[in-house]
């Protein structure tokens, strides 16, 4: 079994920068890969980023590509998601994912943290 708690969320201007955190508790954090969703507020869960057991791969969906950015520190047992020039269409409560195949896709996780709600408005 894994916890996950995410962090970090809030109320952001367009064009800000904000870091998620995700502390993960309750099994061997470097045996998953870990990834971030968004679900924005009648849409499907969408793919945002996951980074590999060592931290060394990474992949990204195509609306965040360049503006985002995952890290994992796996002393702390802790994955960020490193997000900049915000715009309001990335308004969506943010979830983290553990997953021992972990890719782009919702079934691929084995376990998801609860979420954290990110606005971008002015």
């Known amino acids: 079994q894994v916890q996950l708690d995410e962090s970090g969320g809030g109320l952001v201007q367009p064009g800000g920068s904000l870091r998620l955190s995700c502390a993960a508790s309750?099994?061997?954090?470097?045996?998953?890969?870990m990834g971030w969703f968004r679900q924005a507020p009648g849409k499907e869960r969408e793919f945002v980023a996951v980074?590999?057991?060592?931290?060394?791969?990474?992949y990204y969906g195509d609306s965040v590509k360049g503006r985002f950015t995952i890290s994992r520190d796996n002393a702390k047992n802790t994955v960020y998601l490193q997000m900049s020039s915000l715009k309001p269409e990335d308004t969506a409560v943010y979830y983290c994912?553990?997953?021992?195949?972990?890719?782009?896709?919702?079934?691929?996780?084995?376990?998801w943290g609860h979420g954290t709600q990110v606005t971008v408005s002015s």
């Open positions: 994912a553990a997953g021992r195949i972990g890719g782009s896709f919702r079934l691929q996780y084995d376990y």
């Open positions: 309750g099994s061997t954090f470097s045996r998953y890969n």
């Open positions: 980074v590999g057991k060592s931290g060394g791969n990474t």
